[in-house]
């Protein structure tokens, strides 16, 4: 694994889970594979669960790790290819990306979609102009149309948590008061594109995906429908994808509550965090026993860690 900056770069999604796996079992197996390696994470968004868990898993490889909050701790960088940089842009992606690749083994970055220009976000013209500038590897810690380390730690739980070979996991659109990215849904459908479920997404009508995502995947406007004898259900909002970025629907009928989940078999809450209570899902569902969105944010920590752990080895092949 050289660059890991979608859920396409997995070559064997068994093998990736089974380390990941491993991880989980004993973190610190593996705690020289990064001996004086330094990771560098760019945030040009907030993060919490992204952070935190990259930088444990990079702890626990032995590696350094650097971060950098682009947006208020660094340059404002150009990443347009002959731009004239005579406003407020002072240095081009192309110097930056170089001069990093000296400082770090490893650039991972976070640079969400501005919901305007679909073209432009879907180019991801921040994360692809380090991939192509940069020397070294390049992870995605969420970019304008992906959440990769996300789906691996999704998969990972559906795969401890499931009860029989081939569970039913639907993704849900939920309501929320602000316009979201498409990044952490379309990672978790090409994700579950590759598992072996039975996988439905839900959502109300205009609120289609790419469909060069869902193309392989089943979509219904009824979420009633959708939950009958799920085994997981993924709740998540984003925003309108052909009229790109707005809201059209802010349906409270849309939240996950009690009464949807019984229509399920004892279905399992997953959601990536941070959520909205009582507007994304109810109180009852987000503490229930059925939840396991804590669970899943843990997995964090070994998606990231396995991820790391193939992109050394290759380093050092």
């Not at 795969?159 to 309501?175: C, D, I, M, N």
Request: with cysteine.
């Amino acid at each position: 694994m050289k660059y890991f900056t979608s859920v396409n770069h997995i070559d064997d999604l068994d093998e990736l889970l089974l380390l990941a796996k491993q991880i989980k079992s004993n973190p610190y197996a593996n705690k020289t594979a990064g001996e004086n390696k330094t990771l560098g994470l760019l945030f040009f968004n907030p993060s919490l669960r992204t952070r935190l868990s990259t930088q444990k898993a990079a702890a626990n490889l032995g590696m350094n790790c650097i971060t950098m909050n682009l947006n208020n701790e660094g340059w404002s960088l150009e990443f347009e290819d002959g731009a004239v940089m005579d406003g407020d842009k002072a240095e081009h992606a192309k110097e930056a990306a170089q001069v990093i690749s000296q400082y770090c083994d490893i650039i991972a970055i976070r640079s969400f979609p501005s919901l305007t220009d679909k073209e432009k976000d879907e180019e991801e013209h921040v994360i692809n102009a380090f991939v192509q500038y940069a020397s070294v590897p390049v992870i995605s810690l969420e970019g304008a149309t992906e959440h990769p380390l996300q789906a691996v730690a999704d998969i990972l739980t559906i795969q401890e948590y499931k009860t029989t070979q081939k569970p039913k996991v639907v993704l849900t659109w939920a309501p929320h008061p602000k316009a979201l990215p498409h990044a952490v849904p379309n990672s978790f459908i090409k994700m579950m594109q590759l598992a072996n479920v039975d996988f439905v997404i839900t959502h109300p009508e205009g609120y289609e995906l790419n469909p060069e995502v869902t193309k392989n995947s089943t979509v219904t406007h009824n979420q009633e429908e959708a939950f009958k004898d799920a085994d997981f259900i993924y709740a998540k909002n984003w925003s309108n994808y052909n009229d790109y970025g707005q809201i059209l629907s802010q349906d409270a009928a849309w939240m996950v509550t009690p009464e949807k989940m019984a229509l399920t078999k004892q279905a399992k809450f997953m959601h990536c965090l941070p959520v909205r209570r009582n507007q994304v899902v109810s109180d009852a569902v987000l503490d229930g026993a059925d939840s396991i969105v804590i669970s899943q944010a843990n997995n964090r920590t070994y998606a990231a860690q396995a991820v790391l752990t193939k992109i050394l080895a290759h380093e050092s092949q």
